[in-house]
């Protein structure tokens, strides 16, 4: 009789595995049908309120911003993640539009009607709608979108840098990295680097990525690999750091949840366009590993999604939130696809993606409502913002932001494609 039991416990195991990979491929297929039928309602709703890109909920409606950036990245991607002719159409054909707002004949950017773009502003949040430019240009080849792409590349070279090298957020934040300037920013000249060249470029674009890696890590939070929302590196300089910054470290004081979804997003966007024997591309794939595997580790049981301040489940006042949800379900997922994440990352995707559904999104009336995404938090400035967890959960929280709904857009574009993955498996 006992030595039948290994038998049995083998036996009972490679049973319950096979349960298990049967249950985990029928998750996944609910998930990507799931995500491309809200996928298509969500870009359907948007072509619908937002006409041409106009963004109803924005204090300047139309207006060029990384907002509205963020947005037609979804728009984009869900187009063309489409096997809907008609709808690939109407979406690539609303990004369209929306540029076609901002850039004029000769290639000039206005950023509203009659305002030319102002390069003395230094901010990479200004940089973000590039993606879509240079999109446009991708499916139509017309000059005007390569010049105002060549334009805009161009303020990468009188962008301030710190000490070590690394991009200031904008202007008015000297010294300073923020996460969030590494989508604002890599993505965009990474895909133009692969286009039209220096190659040389991407070891700038690592380099921007690498610095927040090594710079902005969380000593002493559960799960290390987790990367706080600023650096202050005026200190190196002998200079006088913001006081939301740790004297020692010029770290801000909180791991903010959508800050590390833009990273997030910006190492999975980065990567395509690294070739293979680039030196520093494994350096980003390990990057991108330890900190989804971090994050992973603080999706909530219950219900599948984020908090707030990631590191700090279910503390006072902290609340689970829509857009960084979003965007470390995109970033795993399409982890998952291009290779650079194990497949396990893909249930966390399908598992994030069931919760903002849950969660965050209603129905009525044909249109698609994201609840739930907090409009903004920064550091410093005037009012001054201190970076503290009073701060953070006390910043006002809003629907159908466009920055939440592009991260909801380019999360079903992927996890519509998971089912294929977890077949493979």
């Known amino acids: 009789m006992n030595r039948m039991r290994p038998f049995v416990t083998v036996a009972l195991t490679a049973a319950w595995i096979a349960s298990a990979c049967a249950q985990q491929t029928m998750v996944g297929a609910n998930a990507a049908v799931s995500a491309q039928r809200d996928g298509a309602a969500m870009a359907a709703t948007v072509r619908q309120q937002w006409p041409d890109g106009v963004v109803a909920t924005q204090a300047h409606p139309g207006a060029w911003a990384y907002e509205t950036g963020t947005l037609l990245d979804g728009m984009a991607a869900v ?38 773009f102002n390069p003395s502003l230094h901010t990479l949040d200004n940089l973000e709608p590039g993606r879509a430019v ?20 161009a303020q990468f070279a009188a962008q301030p840098r710190n000490y070590f090298g690394g991009y200031w957020h904008k202007q008015v934040y000297p010294d300073q990295m923020w996460l969030d300037g590494a989508y604002m920013a890599e993505p965009f000249r ?11 470029e991407l070891d700038d674009v690592a380099k ?15 799960a290390g690999e987790l990367l706080r929302h ?26 903010w949840a959508r800050a590390l979804g833009w990273y997030a997003m910006a190492l999975v966007d980065t990567l395509p366009s690294f070739p293979a024997n680039h030196p520093d591309r494994a350096k980003l794939i390990a990057v991108l590993q330890r900190v989804m ?68 999104v209603t129905r009525a009336n044909g249109r698609v409502t994201l609840h739930g995404t907090v409009k903004v938090s920064g550091l410093g400035g005037t009012p001054y913002r201190a970076g503290d967890y009073s701060y953070y959960v006390h910043e006002a929280v809003g629907d159908d932001d466009p920055k939440g709904v592009g991260a909801f857009l380019l999360a079903a574009s992927e996890v519509g494609r998971l089912r294929t993955v977890t077949h493979s498996r």
């Open 208 to 222: 921007q990525l690498l610095l927040m890696d090594e710079h902005m890590r969380a000593p002493g939070i559960p």
């Open 230 to 255: 600023g650096w202050d590196a005026s200190g190196a300089e002998g200079k006088q750091a913001q006081p939301w910054a740790d004297p020692k470290t010029g770290l801000s004081a909180e791991v």
């Open 190 to 200: 990474a895909v133009y680097a692969k286009q039209f060249g220096p190659a040389s």
């Open 293 to 360: 595997t971090a994050v992973a580790a603080e999706q909530d049981a219950a219900t599948g999604v984020w908090w707030d301040v990631l590191h700090r489940p279910g503390q006072a006042g902290n609340f689970r939130e829509a857009s960084a949800t979003a965007m470390f379900v995109y970033a795993s997922a399409k982890g998952v696809r291009l290779g650079y994440l194990p497949p396990h990352f893909s249930g966390n995707a399908e598992r994030g993606w069931t919760g903002l559904e849950t969660q965050f």
């Open 134 to 153: 240079l999109f446009v240009w991708q499916q139509t080849h017309e000059e005007r979108y390569r010049k105002a792409a060549a334009f805009l590349i």
């Open 79 to 116: 187009g063309l993640a489409t096997n809907d002719a008609a709808e690939r159409a109407a979406d690539l054909a609303y990004v369209k539009a929306a540029v076609d707002r901002w850039v004029r004949p000769d290639g000039s950017i206005e950023t509203e009607p009659g305002k030319p």
